[in-house]
């Protein structure tokens, strides 16, 4: 008689190797039908990003009005309340201090307003179209014109924009060459003035919010204690103990509806002023470090792959528009060395930009000081001191 014995191990790999083979056939046929040699993962992550492009390519232009209503819309709505519950507050704490906060605070709002008006109305600069441009250095692929250094094509505007940083829709208009400091010193102001809110608006949060409006002088006070005797509201007016305790009184009512308006209105300006602080205060600072380098937010893409290839062939890449911290910052702000300097960033300026956006110095030219000097020399017809932007 035959005896049948069952491997169970040798038939369960049996099935394991069939499946794979099987799942090896499939990719293998899917992949004769969409190999592309040049998949990688920034071509995926593009071909990902496609729907995000082309919502900002043809919807942004049409938000932009609505951004820039949301923007003042908020701004406004968080002053109102500033005025409407921090005032009277600071006030009867204290005049003098409210006096101060009062220059203070609308300093900030001055300058905020100022500068975010600058960087929306004021045009980034376009290369000229009726003339010829000696200082192109290519031409654009998609208005087919002469395109010169730092030039960039905005999709969104469907120009090219001088030294394009990047396509705003909160300021429904392109940052570049004319109105970057504009829009960095909005971002710089806005979250100075945030953190003023958020400071000298803690105790009042703490006061209206935590402790419900109720400051405890007296907390240990008990119910009994004050049975017989009337409760003063507002300063000025006496009801009886018994309708203050059971909420009955109209004028309790009142301040309790006024009460939680407050506190409604509190808590939506400390989100606002949250979520303001983190969003601007990232970016000025990812701003502030491409200021330090001398490039653009394109720029620093392009020159992280340039590093890349120069790091391949074992070469070390420089920034040709990297003059150094200190003179990259004095040629981003476009600021002097004279006794005014200061001025023109506490107080509202609408100084120009040194050069013209068509012409730009290189750390490899040897023009370049001839160049700074050039543009020393028109300062000096704006009234600011010589050797501005001379090498430190």
């Known amino acids: 008689m035959a005896t049948i014995r069952w491997n169970g191990s040798e038939f369960s790999n049996r099935i394991r190797r069939s499946i794979l083979s099987r799942w090896d056939m499939a990719k293998l046929f899917f992949n004769t039908l969409t190999y592309n040699h040049f998949v990688d993962q920034s071509y995926i992550a593009d071909t990902l990003m496609e729907p995000m492009f082309w ?168 119910e009994e204690e004050i049975i017989g005797h009337p409760v003063r509201i507002n300063n000025s ?13 109209s004028l309790v009512k009142g301040r309790n509806e006024q009460r939680d308006w407050k506190q409604t209105s509190i808590i939506y300006a400390a989100l606002i002023s949250t979520a303001v602080l983190m969003a601007l205060g990232s970016l000025s600072v990812w701003h502030g470090r491409l200021i330090t380098r001398g490039e653009t937010s394109i720029e620093a893409h392009i ?53 013209n956006g068509l012409t730009w110095a290189t750390i490899h030219s040897e023009e370049s000081d001839d160049e700074l000097i050039g543009i020393e020399s028109s300062l000096e017809n704006d009234g600011w001191t010589n050797k501005s932007l001379k090498q430190p």
């Open 55 to 222: 919502f900002v390519d043809n919807f942004t232009k049409v938000l932009g009005p609505f951004f820039v209503f949301s923007v003042c819309g908020l701004t406004l709505s968080v002053v109102f309340i500033a005025y409407w519950i921090g005032l009277p507050y600071w006030w009867n704490k204290s005049q003098l201090a409210t006096v101060a906060l009062l220059i203070l605070g609308n300093w900030l709002f001055i300058n905020i307003c100022f500068h975010f008006y600058m960087a929306a109305a004021t045009s980034p600069g376009h290369p000229p179209e009726d003339m010829l441009i000696p200082e192109a250095v290519s031409i654009c692929k998609k208005c087919i014109s002469p395109k010169p250094p730092r030039t960039h094509h905005c999709s969104v505007c469907n120009r090219c924009v001088l030294k394009m940083d990047h396509h705003c829709p909160w300021l429904n208009n392109c940052v570049g060459f004319g109105n970057h400091r504009y829009f960095f010193m909005y971002m710089v102001y806005m979250c100075l003035g945030v953190i003023f809110l958020i400071v000298f608006g803690f105790e009042i949060a703490y006061v209206e919010v935590w402790l419900d409006g109720k400051e405890y002088d007296d907390e240990d006070m008990k």
């Open 237 to 249: 007016m006496l009801i009886p103990v018994a309708d203050f305790l059971s909420g009955n009184s």
């Open 303 to 355: 020159n992280r792959a340039e590093m890349r290839r120069y790091a391949a062939d074992k070469r070390i890449y420089q920034n040709p528009y990297n003059f150094g911290p200190k003179k990259n910052w004095r040629l981003f702000l476009a600021l002097g060395r004279g006794s005014r300097t200061w001025m023109h960033l506490i107080f509202p300026s609408r100084h120009k930009p040194f050069g």
